[in-house]
């Protein structure tokens, strides 16, 4: 039970490029995120998704696509990406908000980003 | 939106108490959440106060006031893996149900 698994851990990109990151979670969860946390910050909801074919936009969406084509993965994708997008991004998941333990985010170990 | 303001920082000594303060901005409030973020770390789940009152897990306290839109996490008989960023989150309707995090609070532990 490896819970939420990102990859990759660490990507240098020039500005430009573009690159997809990858979320898997194996709990079965409905709800996954999508965050960045930048230093000295908390972290910022970029895009989330309440279901399998589902997304919606967060706090900070600009610059950034995702896609949910099966419930388990949660993928985040830079088409062309900026120096401003240098960041920690971290995948979490969570079951619906029926219970008081459903507010119990899961967080990947997350991927640094770098934008040069 | 939501807002939420907490200290950035504090330091205290193995076995102290420290207590965090988180107070919040939200309209249609559902709850606060606290995780626990070592450096280099994912951030983790510790509590979750969705009633006024305090919730106790282990060594780790929350506790909420409604009312006073204010909430604090109590970290007791600390310990040097203790060592982390405290982040307070907010559920509420004014950001479309979304967990909004605050900037964290850094705790050092110091022996």
């Known amino acids: 039970n490896a819970g939420v698994t990102q990859t990759p851990k660490f990507r240098v990109l020039k500005t430009g490029q573009s690159m997809t990151l990858l979320c898997a979670q194996d709990m079965n969860h409905e709800y996954m995120y999508w965050y960045r946390q930048d230093p000295g910050m908390g972290l910022r909801l970029i895009h989330y998704s309440v279901g399998e074919g589902t997304t919606a936009k967060g706090e900070v969406p600009d610059g950034y696509n995702v896609s949910r084509l099966k419930k388990q993965n949660f993928l985040l994708g830079l088409e062309s990406a900026a120096p401003s997008q240098t960041s920690v991004y971290f995948c979490?998941?969570?079951?619906?908000?029926?219970?008081?333990?459903?507010?119990?985010?899961?967080f990947g170990s997350g991927t640094q980003l770098s934008v040069l | 939106g939501q807002s939420l303001e907490q200290p950035s920082e504090v330091t205290a000594v193995e076995g102290a108490i420290v207590q965090i303060n988180c107070t919040y901005q939200?309209?249609?409030?559902?709850?606060l959440s606290w995780y626990q973020q070592h450096d280099g770390g994912a951030p983790t789940f510790l509590s979750y106060?969705?009633?006024?009152g305090l919730e106790e897990t282990g060594r780790f306290s929350s506790f909420l006031s409604r009312s006073d839109s204010y909430g604090y996490l109590l970290l007791q008989e600390l310990q040097m893996k203790d060592s982390a960023s405290y982040f307070c989150a907010v559920r509420g309707r004014a950001a479309g149900n979304k967990l909004t995090f605050g900037g964290g609070t850094r705790v050092l532990v110091k022996p």
């Open positions: 979490a998941s969570s079951l619906p908000r029926k219970h008081r333990l459903d507010e119990k985010l899961f």
């Open positions: 939200t309209s249609g409030f559902y709850g």
């Open positions: 106060n969705g009633l006024d």
